[in-house]
């Protein structure tokens, strides 16, 4: 038996096949643009993104083969915030606005001044923030009424890939948390909050659990696309919920650590957490599986801080990796001393997520003198990042999520160097996994779950997540590291003082 995983991000798609084993059959990704017709505008095309998804089904159909097991299931990794908005035809009325988008902040301040922040967080877990779907469908309705008045329903993306291929409009609680308009303890629809922003409630689909099986593909779509007949569609989540699920995050006290584009650390917590202390530090609320939660601890930087180095600092790494056939970065890994450095980074080259969410924090670097060498810069961006995350971790802490075991993924989860880091200075065990797409594979467990071939989440992670390397913190850097983490913690806030004081 085999499941085809999906995952559909913000500038690309990818899908894997995969047996029951984990082992992956047949796997294609396709890369697609995002627009910005005004600045600070951001669009999908979501007739773009579907055309993409067929493409890698049919391209990963045409070298599975025959001789390959029987597939049984599908389901859905996807980005959150962005919604397809579809008339009573099921035609798509225009693109989607990004979670990055700066469209119905506007119309949130009406919203918050209306019903107050501590309501709105209570209710939905989250922050008031215009990324969500919610204050865009407000602005839809204000600024595009003739549009708004056409809308039938409301789908993300996960959603509307599941739509197309045959069942009907719905979505799972993790992706409906990121429109603002959910219940995440009552996890339903708030018709108070819905009411309040002058939405109608009827182009809300119909809400079922993560991994729900929703329906069968249709028969059209099956074969355009090669797929078989009685192909089985399980409804997916969030991609970074995904993640967690790929990563076998299943008990309280665990997280993940994606360590990809974008650094992000998501825990496993009880339905008895505070919302509001939770929130303070602009961690959302988010429902994961088997009535428990989850959250984001996330930088936007992570491997782009690293690639941006590599494009800007080893044109001599790149020559020697192009003679060789070697990665860049594993010869700048071996090239970096295994001591700290006295150099403190900002990472907020992309501004920052949480707990501050500033998009006008800027990055900097502190500690250069005429000793300073290329890899010790390096060496410093890893030591940055992960003063940040643990800064995160200081923060969940204080709203009473503890986190004991860590798992990593991603392409940073590739490099010793870093990971090794990464436990420095979290002074945490950091179990590396031999995952290349921890969301797919969370897809993958969904419907291996949902179909009967596991009985449980945990008896699937036992059978599909392998596990790389652990590792433990080294005593030897533990003092040099927290003296400089002390004065990382100093650094945000100076720099924003230095920063006002020149504007």
């Not at 029951?20 to 697609?32: M, N, R």
């Not at 970074?240 to 360590?259: D, K, L, R």
């Not at 080893?314 to 060789?324: G, R």
Request: aromatic share 10%; proline share 4%; net charge negative.
């Amino acid at each position: 038996m085999a499941f085809i995983g999906l995952d559909v991000g913000t500038t690309g798609t990818k899908c894997i096949i995969a047996d029951k084993e984990g082992t992956i059959l047949a796997q294609d990704y396709k890369e697609y643009p995002t627009e910005s017709p005004e600045i600070s505008y951001f669009e999908l095309d979501p007739e773009l993104v579907w055309k993409s998804v067929k493409t890698v089904i049919k391209s990963s159909m045409e070298q599975f083969g025959d001789d390959n097991p029987t597939i049984a299931g599908l389901s859905v990794s996807s980005l959150g915030e962005a919604a397809v908005l579809l008339d009573s035809e099921g035609e798509i009325l225009g693109n989607s606005l990004l979670y990055i988008d700066s469209r119905g902040g506007k119309q949130l301040k009406k919203l918050v001044d209306n019903l107050g922040e501590e309501r709105i967080i209570h209710k939905t877990g989250l922050k008031p923030h215009s990324m969500y779907t919610l204050p865009k469908l407000m602005w839809y309705k204000e600024e595009k009424p003739e549009l708004y008045e056409r809308i039938k329903t409301v789908l993300p993306f996960g959603s509307y890939i599941l739509y197309r291929l045959g069942c009907q409009p719905i979505i799972d609680y993790s992706l409906a948390s990121r429109t603002m308009a959910f219940d995440v303890r009552k996890l339903k629809w708030d018709d108070e909050i819905i009411q309040a922003a002058g939405i109608s409630r009827n182009i809300f689909p119909e809400i079922a659990p993560t991994g729900a099986m929703v329906g069968t593909v249709g028969s059209e779509i099956a074969v355009e696309l090669g797929l078989p007949s009685d192909l089985k569609l399980v409804l997916g989540a969030h991609d970074q919920v995904c993640a967690a699920i790929g990563a076998g995050i299943n008990e309280e006290n665990t997280a993940v650590y994606g360590m990809g584009t974008v650094s992000c650390i998501c825990p496993v917590f009880g339905n008895d957490a505070n919302v509001s202390e939770i929130s303070r530090n602009n961690f959302p609320h988010v429902p994961y599986l088997n009535g428990k939660y989850t959250t984001y601890a996330f930088n936007f930087t992570g491997g782009s801080l690293l690639k941006w180095f590599r494009d800007e600092f080893a044109s001599l790494e790149k020559q020697e990796s192009e003679s060789t056939g070697r990665s860049i970065y594993d010869i700048l890994n071996e090239k970096t001393s295994d001591q700290p450095t006295d150099i403190l980074v900002l990472p907020h080259f992309a501004g920052t997520g949480t707990p501050y969410m500033n998009p006008l924090s800027n990055g900097a670097v502190l500690g250069l003198n005429f000793n300073t060498k290329k890899v010790d810069f390096y060496r410093a961006l890893m030591e940055g990042i992960s003063y940040e995350m643990k800064y995160n971790l200081e923060c969940l802490e204080e709203a009473g999520i503890w986190i004991d075991d860590i798992r990593a993924c991603g392409g940073g989860a590739k490099s010793s160097l870093w990971l090794q880091i990464t436990a420095d200075i979290l002074n945490k065990k950091i179990t590396a996994l031999d995952i290349n797409e921890a969301g797919i594979l969370g897809t993958i467990i969904l419907t291996s779950v949902a179909l009967g071939t596991y009985s449980s989440y945990q008896e699937a992670s036992q059978n599909l997540i392998k596990i790389d390397k652990v590792y433990y913190p080294q005593e030897k850097n533990d003092k040099k590291y927290m003296e400089n983490y002390r004065k990382y913690k100093k650094m945000y806030h100076a720099i924003q003082d230095v920063m006002k004081t020149t504007i």
